[in-house]
């Protein structure tokens, strides 16, 4: 496949093609994105549409209504502060490589071979569980509209493998188009989240109080008897009712995955980071709190295992039912083809730089600028990655928080690397145009800390019949996060001491003009 020419005498590099070319890259991605729209990618791969509405269900039987009232904006707190380091990090370092080449700069090459690992598994993750999630909604849709289908689990998994195979495809041939579809997707956001929440406070004839909404307590987990008062409840069931907000609010390093191809990336690409961050916070808040306060049917909701589902399906009447499920899945599908467009670029970069086995087809890009091996490659992980779902049955959806485990473990341990190594650089960091200032020091801790909990958090048993010894013990039940995401760090950990260290030296030069590289911190 053709590459996009490098700059020539005929062609002078703009700003952004000088400061790539300056980090060790020519310009072989269409820069063609403006600054909204490189916020749009991130905003619509968060997609409160698509969180909010997939993992209620986790945050409901593991807390209840205080997981979400309370918890969605305790967490999102949290995660604009990790946002607000990445973006320093990507406004000095504008690249597609992103969280992984960060930490090779900063660090040593071992950094960047271990987090760029842990940011393509990640992305891989993020794409597949978006898609199953749309599968689910569509699977409902499909079944709200027509009284011959079923709605059964391997339609389910059949609709997801048609989605993946969609947002591939539109990835590959809508080169000229994909960069409309993310501003389309932001709108279509932010009008159907408003659209949701008027339903939700208008239609219903009944609604909760605020004492139900603001303190109400549920264990449905199966942990600690049903209690709501003990220390495991505290320290066990209601931390792991706060990943439907560390799910949701994830996925937002594709603005830097997508900074090639953004003009005034290095402004640009920072500002699109946590600003993606903060709206969707907002907006999911407001969204959430409307699915609380129509919560009436209590019964019907525990009974479908906290699907949300179940709230607009006893709380309207079916015409309106239909409406936000279609809302909802619309989203999803927009947030899946962003998914793709990240996850791309991700595998594009690291293999550009030899870290991904068959690194000379992944790193190609056809005429268009596209990467178009890199998007077969990654969705076909993501597909592997969700075969567990074929052999759910019933219950909570096992398979599906696993996979989304894996996500949120694998996208925050690589974003914890390059902002404990920006940490350790103290002053010999070369700031961007966007910068901390003197607050990196208290925000980078803060990041390094909450990572390191929430790591730990979502490596552990969803349900008692996922814990090794239980009388109920079994394999569909375990939470095979700690499974994926060991398994992928001792092989790339053992590929690293036999083999990589001798030949992967981090971020690989494609022309010759750069700059002094900011000096590695020395080992603490």
Request: hydrophobic share 50%; charged share 10%.
């Amino acid at each position: 496949m053709a590459t996009t020419p490098a700059p020539t005498a005929e062609q002078p590099m703009d700003d952004d093609a000088r400061r790539l070319a300056e980090l060790g890259y020519k310009q072989e991605l269409r820069r063609k994105w403006s600054g909204f729209s490189n916020f749009a990618i991130s905003f619509s791969i968060i997609s409160i549409l698509a969180g909010c509405f997939t993992t209620f269900g986790q945050a409901w039987n593991n807390g209840g209504p205080v997981a979400i009232s309370w918890g969605w904006p305790l967490i999102s707190l949290f995660i604009l502060i990790i946002g607000f380091c990445l973006a320093e990090l990507v406004s000095a370092y504008p690249t597609a490589g992103g969280i992984y080449w960060w930490a090779a700069t900063m660090g040593r090459p071992v950094h960047g071979w271990f987090t760029g690992w842990l940011n393509l598994i990640g992305l891989v993750a993020v794409t597949a569980s978006v898609d199953y999630g749309c599968a689910t909604f569509l699977n409902l849709t499909l079944s709200a509209l027509f009284d011959g289908w079923a709605g059964t689990g391997h339609q389910t998994f059949g609709l997801f493998v048609v989605i993946l195979a969609l947002h591939g495809l539109i990835n590959i041939y809508g080169h000229r188009i994909i960069d409309v579809l993310q501003n389309v997707s932001v709108w279509w956001h932010v009008a159907g989240a408003a659209a949701v929440v008027l339903i939700l406070v208008l239609v219903p004839d009944n609604h909760q109080s605020f004492q139900f909404v603001f303190t109400e307590r549920f264990n449905n987990s199966g942990f600690g008897d049903g209690d709501t008062g003990g220390l495991a409840f505290w320290f066990y069931v209601l931390p792991l009712g706060f990943l439907l907000t560390q799910y949701t609010i994830t996925g937002f390093d594709a603005c830097a995955h997508v900074s090639e191809e953004t003009r005034g990336a290095s402004k640009a690409a920072a500002q699109g980071l946590w600003r993606s961050i903060f709206y969707s916070a907002v907006g999911g808040w407001i969204l959430l709190l409307a699915f609380l306060f129509a919560a009436t049917d209590v019964d019907a909701i525990n009974e479908a295992g906290g699907f949300s589902g179940a709230i607009f399906e006893s709380a309207l009447t079916p015409f309106f039912f239909k409406a936000v499920i279609i809302i909802s899945t619309i989203g999803q599908f927009f947030c899946g083809m962003s998914c793709v467009t990240s996850m791309s670029r991700m595998a594009y970069a690291f293999s550009r730089d030899r870290a991904v086995p068959g690194w000379r087809l992944w790193s190609k890009v056809n005429r268009n600028g596209t990467p178009v091996n890199a998007i077969i490659g990654a969705t076909l992980a993501g597909l592997v990655l969700t075969l567990p779902a074929l052999y759910q049955r019933g219950g909570i959806p096992v398979a599906f928080y696993a996979v989304v485990s894996v996500a949120v473990i694998g996208l925050y341990l690589s974003f914890i690397i390059p902002i404990f190594l920006r940490l350790r650089m103290g002053d010999r960091f070369t700031p961007g145009p966007w910068t901390l200032g003197r607050r990196y020091k208290l925000l980078g801790w803060i990041a390094v800390v909450e990572i390191a909990v929430i790591s730990v958090y979502f490596v552990l048993p969803i349900v008692p019949a996922g814990v090794p010894g239980n009388p109920d013990f079994s394999w569909t039940a375990v939470n095979y996060a700690p499974i994926a995401i060991g398994g992928v760090l001792l092989g790339v950990g053992i590929w690293w001491y036999a083999s990589a260290r001798k030949w992967f030296t981090g971020p690989r030069r494609t022309v010759d003009q750069a700059e002094p590289e900011p000096e590695p911190a020395e080992p603490s």
